[in-house]
């Protein structure tokens, strides 16, 4: 065990699958010398060499579909986007070939890519470095999508990931990157959990609290705070957004009959959707309530000055808590009104 | 001051078009003389030398055949047998005198009309109509011939070459991989970042660029004032223009930019310039956009039609020859035909297959779903979904 | 009124903008002389030359910008995307600025572009011709998105998004383009129904089935159908996608107590979730079944032997039906099993 | 054959950035003397003619009171007044020099760090850095003064400044649209797809292109081997590499490509070669990847330097010149500094506005109910959102 970042954990992770497979190879912008806008692969290309760790020229959908061909070569390449709203450029490679081509060639041609993307915002960016993209790639069948909210499960993780035959978005918390955590190098892959599986980190009877990324710190301080008042919260870590693990979270709604679903993203079209529309298929008769959405507003995402308004915090959260608790809250005026 | 334009009114383009430009390659001149280029003949050692009957003469039967079997799709899919299909008739000299200068562990990344180079590569002629009538994604096993299955959206698979280029260099192979696309396909961002990363690597990649002056209705005019070949050259990456109707021309051009790039020299790219003969698709009606009299045109530089000249020049069209092209041609065609008609048709529960490469607990819930569903029908003895109308539920 | 097709109705909507307006040009791929491959453009370039009717480069992302940079100029540029499955090179322009830029500029910069997109399957095409697309869209702040079902709400509504002074997803059923109605030339924009709302097209007591684009004809096909066996169906036509008329929805909703939602587009993350989310938040306590979607499959979209299976029919929608109504249906094994 | 190999090895690069290369455009050498270039002088009457002292005083007073602003900029960053600062540090004589040229009907598109260019369009020195402290998405009016806000995404704008061409040319206007961007920003692919329709259409744009050696740590040389300027030629578009420390190129250059566009001539591309000096932005540590000696060798090439050499050889940098220079600065720091501090902060509510222009009946009830969220902490006393911790709740 040792005490590390959540940078330097997929540091380690991704060094870890570079020294078991030299087929592992690096790309993007600014991640050689540099070792990354955010250094998450510091000193990788000094020790790996400049084949193993690419600086690429200028270009998002250059990096996506090049590593396609290197996929096609035999190569499992980790493509860095270097801010989530960079990644739009390469959206056409990611859709219709990094998608696709496993089911176009009847499985035969496999591409094992991982692509990391720093997502969401709170660190005070200017425009487009704080998008939180991931619902385009949930819907885009033939992705898996990911996130992680912990140094461990970042050094686990980005490794299952890119030990995956399939196609993979794995997307990191910016703003959790200088939090700290424990990390057990030595973990076995093949005893930690799948990739795909969800991970109740509290137990609770009243309300099931999902989040997944950077809102999972969030949610274990609003478990606490809703705690102190006498509310019983569960909280679940998604982890995999595609699929997402339904039956975890389906054990936790029918014990509570309660949903609140938070992300940073906004709520038009949002995971948050999908969660609440198939829980509800699930659990129709044990919900006390209808699942309970606390995401970002549908606006681009705003300048830095405003961004505490528009990304759900330990407030918003609770009001969300309360409303499904069927407590006081901010829209109880407007109970049974048309609104 | 500003560089001298290179823009040439668009009127005055026709004229660049023209044999006489100097820079454009040809060693077989309408005419079917073989025309002498000293710095090339190294390329044409074998058509040249004492086997050369033999080479040109397989050259031949390559582009009589696939021109056969391009015409027996069209009929397949005016038969309604096919869904659709992109002809390839007047690109039968580009298509073989580039895949025929290939080595077996070059990789080929091509679009949807390269079905020439398909066969070059040895393709199942009985899978590559799979896709064409609809029974399948895609129609062959890429790592089987070495070349990836028709790409429909215009110019991604240039990146795909130029990745898989980059995975040879870190190999220490010699290979090259090839990209095959259209005059219309250079417009597209894919295809001009291929060359940023191809040059900035060096990697042992050959842009393959037909220009056969279509993208379904617009003119290659509306892409570029300027030849195609000329694009390559501002990114740095050494760049010729060929006759693509001459098959020879291509062949020995293909032949010098593969030795480039496995010698270690990097990129390449060739305009071929020839001409669709055909519609589109089988779904497209050319005679709304262009001139009877073009088409006519081009149809005296057809591509075999000047071997055969040239064949004939050298007393090589032999009646054998003539019937053993035909018979190969026929019996392709047979093979063909017989391989779209007998086609299994897939299963519906197929739609769920492949896509995943390991096991998907969303979609494996979905399929479940639509199991179940299918079963219903069996109960009720109807046939299968989408069969039973409404009126029976 | 004349009769005439889906296709011909947007032709003479495109038509009408173009005379009311010079502003308006079009632009697009193969738009000009050969009048668009489905020939939604046919004669325009011949009526209104080359200025107004442009054949541009075969680049999408070049379509989307330079359409912005003529908004800057004052001009209200329709673009078409060919097929759905092309519109994704020009993802990063429509997300990244299309969408944003009114935001960014405080409103100073407006972007009244429409974007055509010939979307759905159907037509037996190969792959990249069959995709719906809308949800990445849908989910993308600042941006409007409708979609047509009939040939009047064609003629009206390309009018009103080329009116409209916000960027317009416009989707088109390509499968209906032949399907005939009667359309009113003469019709008052300002007196046609808003783009924004949805249509009731069929009142039902029993169950509300809402549908958009290609699936209202089916959908229409559905409430007969039922009806033969005593269901009575609502059938509500969306026409707007972003946003949806909730309103309306949730009026049928609270009467019917029971809601399907069906569309071509994968169901993970895609509108039904949407709507099934904010109609069980809006009328929890009126539902008397989970709502029910009814969807293609999450795959990429299969080779044309098999999209019959894919793309939700009359059997599958009413299958859907039974399921929102209790009755037997396919899951009905299944009711009350932890699947 | 392939056409001539134009790629140099990368290590004979340097040599081709070198002034001594005939293409490369200078009329001012390091030592500030004025090389005649009789095909250009044409382009420079007002500065070698009678006024020219008040010319060259505009251009040096220009380039020092950017440079100001930007210090500026960079010293209220390190104090916590704004959050980022992308510096323009060494830019000066390509920002004024093609800035100073346009007409004010021209129309600007740029990136980020051309804010010597906006203040050359005259923009509100109060508003320059409202994005930058995060109060806004963007920085002031475009139609007030035809300059677009800046663009984050690389490249993008060039796509919109060829859009804004295109509408000149439908308006029968003979303004031209300006697209700025780097190096770096040449590799993506909206930057290509640009020039393949300003070329297509003729459109009446100028491609200004700031190599300024460096995207973040990636030296240019991983974008190309060739020169930029290069690249225009393979779309057919007229170019030209000019010294981007040298003033009077640049104006030159780009009166001439702007006169072209006017004429009707259509699209020209600028490369401008110079050197970003400072940071990527406030937020990098260019010591992890650059050589102290390189940016030793280019502060020796500094272009006010360079401006100040070519004033004292001609008597022009006089006291009194300084002492207006000085002022002038002084002046203009302090109101950017006072703009940057007395900015009105935005309100919780401005987050929903003008995300449409017309109203949005999805959003208004998001807002509605965020008003009610907020409305709580007023009953409760609290100051506003996000400053109420779980505790009191
Ligand atoms: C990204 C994308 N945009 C548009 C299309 C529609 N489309 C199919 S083929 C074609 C023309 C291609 O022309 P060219 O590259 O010259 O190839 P050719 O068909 O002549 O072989 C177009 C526009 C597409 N398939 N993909
Ligand atoms: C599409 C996109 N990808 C990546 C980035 C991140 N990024 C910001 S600036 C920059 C380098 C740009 O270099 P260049 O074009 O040379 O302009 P310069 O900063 O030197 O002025 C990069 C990679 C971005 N803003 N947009
Ligand atoms: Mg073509
Ligand atoms: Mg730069």
Known sequence: ?????????????????????????????????????????????????????????????????????????????????????????????????????????????????????????????????????????????????????????????????????????????????????????????????????????????????VAYGPLVKTALDVAVAAGDEGISVEVIDLRSLSPVDYPVVEASVRKTGRLVIAHEAGQNGGLGAEIAASLTERCFNYLEHAPVRVTGFDIPYPYSKLEMHHLPDLDRILDGVDRAMDRPNSLSSLDGADD | MLGEDSTPHPQERSRREQSEDPEFLQLLDPSGQRVARPELDRWLADVDGEGGARVLAGLYEDMVVIRRIDMEATALQRQGELALWPPLLGQEAAQIGSGRALRQDDFVFSSYRENGVAYCRGVNLNEILRVWRGNASSGWDPFEINMATPQIIIGAQTLHSVGYAMGIQFDGADSVALAYFGDGATSEGDVSESMVFAASYQAPVLFFCQNNHWAISEPVTLQTHITLAERAGGFGIPHVRVDGNDVLAVLAATREALDRARQGGGPSFIEAVTYRMGPHTTADDPTRYRDANELEDWAAKDPILRLEKHLESRGLLTQELRERVAAKSDEVAGVVRNGVITMPEPEAMDVFKHVYATPNSWLSRQEDHYRRYLAQFEHHGASAAGHVSGGQH
């Open chain 1, 1 to 209: 065990m040792a005490t590390m970042t959540f940078a330097r954990a997929i540091n380690a992770g991704l060094r870890k699958a570079m020294e078991n497979d030299p087929k592992v190879v690096l790309m993007g912008e600014d991640i050689g010398t540099l070792g990354g806008v955010f250094r998450i692969t510091d000193g990788l290309q000094k020790d790996f060499g400049q084949h193993r760790v690419l600086d690429t020229p200028l270009a998002e959908a250059g990096i996506i579909g090049t590593a396609i061909g290197l996929s096609y070569r035999g190569y499992r390449p980790v493509c860095e986007i270097q801010f989530d709203g960079f990644i739009y450029p390469a959206f056409d490679q990611i859709v219709s070939q990094v998608a696709k081509l496993h089911y176009r060639t009847q499985g035969l041609v496999k591409v094992p890519l991982t692509i990391r993307v720093p997502f969401g915002g709170g660190i005070g960016s200017p425009e487009h470095h704080s998008e939180s993209p991931e619902a385009y790639f949930t819907h885009t069948s033939g992705l898996r999508v990911i996130s992680v909210s912990n140094p461990q499960d970042a050094y686990t993780m980005i490794q299952q990931a890119i030990a995956c035959d399939d196609p993979v978005l794995y997307f990191e918390p910016k703003r959790r990157y200088h939090d700290k955590g424990e990390v057990d190098e030595g973990l076995d892959l093949s005893a930690a959990p799948s990739m795909e599986s969800a991970r109740v980190l509290t137990q609770g009877s009243d309300v099931t609290l």
